[in-house]
């Protein structure tokens, strides 16, 4: 069984300029989610769809980050514009059902803003 | 306000001993948890799990208790080994608070004696 799929695996941007990533979950998972995760710290909740509606983004910074799941299956999120505290990695993630099941993480795309 | 607390940055364990891994909670809507295991450069693997409903749960050579009255849950790892050595995170989630997106502790780094 394949994987999540994360690209890039590395991005270094300067602040203010914008950046993508793309996220491929699991097949079958109708549950995807984006953390972040800042040095030294553990992964943090930006948001969570489920199929192509949002679950829960109430901890994304919804003034510069973005995040879409067209068609239920690949994820883009998106921050315009990058800020210096936004370097980190940001972790895919994607299970099988809402309900009492683990998920699944990509490797992860680390972002460094300069 | 950090929910979820892993207060031990780093533990050594000989190789064959027990590593205990502690982890303690805040929200008492939390009702079932997770534990990770996360190598360099990849993203973190899921390792056990445990519902609110339960006080342990064994997989092998690793064993979660879960002790809700102090908030408090450990991983246990007998014997351990090298490929043990790694960073493990505590995870929780509040399904019937209708959060299922999971929380994160810092993670403790498991550095594992030959």
């Known amino acids: 069984e394949a994987g999540v799929a994360q690209s890039p695996r590395y991005k270094i941007i300067e602040k203010r300029q914008s950046v993508a990533f793309w996220c491929n979950p699991i097949s079958g998972h109708a549950t995807l989610y984006w953390y972040q995760q800042i040095l030294g710290q553990g992964p943090k909740l930006l948001i969570q769809?489920?199929?192509?509606?949002?679950?829960?983004d109430s901890q994304l910074p919804k003034d510069r980050f973005s995040a879409e799941r067209l068609k239920g299956v690949d994820s883009t999120l998106k921050i315009q514009p990058a800020k210096l505290e936004d370097s980190a990695v940001y972790l895919c993630a994607s299970s099988l059902e809402r309900v009492n099941t683990e998920a699944f993480f990509g490797q992860g795309t680390r972002l460094t803003v300069v | 306000d950090q929910q979820v607390k892993q207060n031990s940055p780093s533990l050594s364990v000989q190789e064959g001993r027990i590593s205990i891994l502690n982890c303690d909670y805040t929200n008492s809507m939390f009702d079932y948890f997770l534990w990770y295991k996360k190598y360099p450069a990849e993203g973190p693997t899921f390792l056990i799990s445990?519902?609110?409903?339960?006080d342990k749960n064994e997989d092998g050579r690793f064993t979660v208790f879960l002790n809700k009255s102090a908030k408090h849950l450990s991983l246990h790892i007998v014997p351990s080994q090298p490929g043990d050595s790694a960073v493990y995170f505590c995870?929780?989630?509040?399904?019937?608070?209708?959060?299922?997106?999971?929380?994160f502790g810092k993670g403790t780094h498991l550095i594992i004696q030959p």
């Open positions: 995870a929780a989630s509040a399904m019937r608070g209708g959060a299922d997106g999971l929380t």
């Open positions: 445990i519902s609110s409903i339960k």
């Open positions: 769809f489920q199929n192509n509606g949002v679950v829960d």
